[in-house]
């Protein structure tokens, strides 16, 4: 059986990119919710109601573990996810918090994402469940998703952007930043340059509590050949491909339209 | 018996605060897609299929003249919402290219919108069809939408981002500027100041437009009292209150969240 991966559209491919270079025999199912993105400046209901609907969907079509690649929906679903479905869910937000843990030295970390993942607090309450002590400050940076959407990757306006966005946090004294959103690594480098601190990137974590969740429930695929990779969209397949391969890394095909809910 | 507005969002409300200021006595129901915005970057199919489903909400209010307020939904949509509902519909394409082909004296338009918008080729076809020797260029600018949601209204990024879209107007010999998305007239001076040509806002043509059908078909309201104004939005209310009184020039009161199909 696949492991099912969502997000809201493109961004959950930096995750699945990394499930699949750690594990590059499981067979993976992928949908982008593409006709209801963006999802960060959704309210709370809202994200709850298309996480559910995203994840019956990957349910319908048998899946053994499910990642939540998308950290509004990790940030305000993720417990309504593990009581409602009979798989091991896994989202984005505590395999972040425990790298950033992990690498703050001065205790103060700094997290960027949507409006909705910053506003829900989820980052600051997975940081402090393992360190009471660490300071946590969040930005919100709504444009960094339609920039990167927009291929707008380098140069004045993104770097404009960003300088407006993380000023705040220049004078904060954190020593880490977590990208809370998986579009972000897209433009680590302009984020890099402006911040100055190491960023932390959850995709690499997450897929390595994919492969431990799998390994400890003895459900990994055991077959050396390379898996079948699956993509469904809600919107049409053309701009997916097109914005998704940059994110992916690699050719998209076998993908079809659904309708949902 | 109440006009019906609606749009993907906030954008609609330039529209009908011209529709206000024209016809204060007017009843006006508005229906902000907000779960579901923006429409601009998806498909037709996905776009007519949305549309359909607001005006089915706004009928089944009882309306007696629907306005589509969104000029992705008009350049897509409204032949098929004429067809299908016993209401007179009016878009803001078709006001938007009269008020063009008034203004061109060397019969060259430019059009900016969204990329659903200017894929569609509306404006062309409205325009050609009232005078086929006009040439029309269209432009796409997907950032708009965003940073005038953010509130980033001048500055820098703004006026870089604008730059950047309309460097390919300046030289083309265009004299007039169609401001083909309904929240383009917030970012007026802006655009206004990088591209140097007049532009046109729809919103004043499209009101016009709303009081000639209602007069020739003997609908006006026969009363001098302010008419009633109600709103519906798919997502959280209060977000669509901060963002949408800047755009509406008035208080949002009277505002309810429904859910949609």
């Known amino acids: 059986m696949p492991i099912g991966v969502f997000d809201s559209g493109v961004g959950g491919l930096t995750v699945m990119r990394e499930i699949m270079r750690q594990l590059p025999e499981e067979n993976i199912l992928y949908l982008g919710d593409t006709a209801r993105v963006p999802y960060g400046t959704r309210s709370p209901e809202t994200v709850v109601k298309y996480s559910v609907e995203n994840t019956e969907f990957l349910m319908s079509r048998g899946i053994k573990l499910l990642v939540v690649a998308c950290n509004t929906s990790s940030s305000v679903s993720l417990d309504i996810l593990k009581d409602k479905f009979p798989v091991p869910v896994i989202g984005v937000v505590e395999p972040g918090a425990r790298a950033a843990v992990a690498n703050t030295r001065l205790k103060k970390v700094a997290v960027i994402g949507t409006e909705t993942t910053i506003k829900s607090g989820s980052y600051e309450k ?45 004078h904060n ?89």
């Open 126 to 170: 997975a940081i402090k469940a393992l360190d009471g002590s660490i300071k946590v400050s969040g930005v919100a940076c709504p444009l960094f998703v339609p920039l990167i959407e927009e291929g707008w990757l380098e140069g004045e306006v993104v770097t404009l952007t960003a300088e407006k966005y993380l000023e705040p946090l220049k």
């Open 173 to 261: 004294g954190a020593d880490t930043l977590v990208l809370g959103c998986t579009h972000y690594p897209m433009i680590k480098g302009v984020i890099e340059r402006v911040a100055k601190i190491p960023l932390i990137d959850s995709a690499i974590e997450t897929a390595k509590e994919v492969r431990r969740a799998l390994g400890a429930a003895d459900m990994l695929r055991q077959d050396s050949t390379d898996g079948v990779k699956e993509f469904f969209v809600t919107d049409a397949t053309e701009k997916f491909v097109r914005t998704g391969e940059r994110f992916f890394g690699h050719r998209i095909i076998n993908i079809s339209k659904i309708s949902l809910p």
